[in-house]
Every structure is written in C-alpha cells, then in structure tokens.
T-cell receptor, first 110, second 115 residues
Framework: GQNIDQPTEMTATEGAIVQINCTYQ??????LFWYQQHAGEAPTFLSY????GLEEKGRFSSFLSRSKGYSYLLLKELQMKDSASYLC???????????FGTGTRLQVFP | SAVISQKPSRDICQRGTSLTIQCQVD?????MFWYRQQPGQSLTLIAT?????????ESGFVIDKFPISRPNLTFSTLTVSNMSPEDSSIYLC????????????FGQGTRLTVV
C-alpha cells in the first residue's frame, strides 16, 4: 500500500530553525514534493526532490534519501507568517498522481 | 506557471441535490486532478481527468457520485451528486506544469457545506 507519515503538529519560536520530517512507503518513487497551506487557502508549491540530497531555496531547504524513504523540510529564520500546514506528497512510479501525507501544522510563536 | 480559476468558492447546499464545480486554467494541460480535503485533513485524490477520455477514479470514488467532464485542455468540471452532509469538504482542482521543477498548481478550492 501507500503510506506517508508526518508529525501532526509542531511549534517553534520566531527566528529559530525547524525541521519537518516525512517518511514514505509507496509503490515505486518518482519525486517528492513539499507544499505550504495557510488556513482556508490552497496549497502552494515549496520544493521538489527526485534525487538524493539537499535542495535549497532561500529560507527553505528540502532533503531526500530514497534508500531510507525519508525527506525533511528545513525552515530557517522562522517568521510568524510561516505558521501554516506543510504537506509532504510523493509521486509513485509510473503515475502522474500525488499521494499526500496528513500534513504538519506548524505554529510559530513570538 | 499556471493560474487556475475555480468556482464557486463556496456553497451551502441541501442534501439530495447536486453541485457542479468548474475549473479553468490559463494554459493547456494534459491532465487535471480533483482532490477533496476534509476539515483538518490532508488532500485525497478523487480522480484524474484527461481530455477526450473518461476520468480515472481512485479507490472509494465512483463516477456516479462524482461525474467529471473534460471537454478541452483548459477546462474541467466535477459534480458532487446526491449530496449528504458527509460530502461537506473543500474540493480542489490541480494541474502540473514544468517550471524547471514539476510544480503542481491548485485552484483556490470550493468550500462545500451540505445541510
């Protein structure tokens, strides 16, 4: 079956660094995505990993280890506006669809 | 990138009725995806809509309940039929576009409440 696990909730302090983990078990692998979703809004794309290693985009970085079925999203210099849900999604092999994890709700406190 | 216009943005419907949600994209795309997001939960794929062929439904979703149209490469509709309160949810359409990465873009969603 397909299974993607993320922590349900996390809290952090403004200016700090937070790492959101995602583990997956899918029928093959053809890419992993991270999305940000503010309450009441549509998800917005953050990052895409298909090869092992770290992808950096400004304050956000995403890491992938295919052999371990593991990814993390790293958020640096946290801001209040980073309070949102962060969704991990995997594209299994030979398909165009995405399987989403349950999402991690991050709250940033002053 | 892709800009997706989805409507209605929200609706309150009586049980037993049907609602059709429209999704318009500003560029031609091969596949369009319809998701459901129940309160406090993540996205669940309902079906994939290809132009010129029948939609492909995920386990737990059937065409009679969620008929989909895809008349051209920029437009799709999802109908929620014979609604019950359990259908209260946010429905989102999505497309994927190559921007250097393969990015999925989402419509703003339709917040449906069935009473």
């Amino acid at each position: 079956g397909q299974n993607i696990d993320q922590p349900t909730e996390m809290t952090a302090t403004e200016g700090a660094i937070v790492q959101i983990n995602c583990t997956y078990q899918t029928s093959g692998f053809n890419g992993l995505f991270w999305y940000q979703q503010h309450a009441g809004e549509a998800p917005t794309f953050l990052s895409y990993n298909v090869l092992d290693g770290l992808e950096e985009k400004g304050r956000f970085s995403s890491f992938l280890s295919r052999s371990k079925g593991y990814s993390y999203l790293l958020l640096k210099e946290l801001q209040m506006k980073d309070s949102a849900s962060y969704l991990c999604a995997v594209r299994p092999h030979n398909t165009d669809k995405l399987i989403f994890g349950t999402g991690t709700r991050l709250q940033v406190f002053p | 990138s892709a800009v997706i216009s989805q409507k209605p943005s929200r609706d309150i419907c009586q049980r037993g009725t049907s609602l059709t949600i429209q999704c318009q994209v500003d560029s031609q795309v091969t596949m369009m995806f319809w998701y459901r997001q129940q309160p406090g939960q993540s996205l669940t794929l309902i079906a994939t809509a290809n132009q010129g062929s029948e939609a492909t439904y995920e386990s737990g979703f059937v065409i009679d309940k969620f008929p989909i149209s895809r008349p051209n490469l920029t437009f799709s509709t999802l109908t929620v039929s014979n609604m019950s309160p359990e259908d209260s949810s946010i429905y989102l359409c999505s497309v994927e576009v190559w921007t250097g990465d393969t990015e999925a873009f989402f419509g703003q969603g339709t917040r449906l409440t069935v009473v």
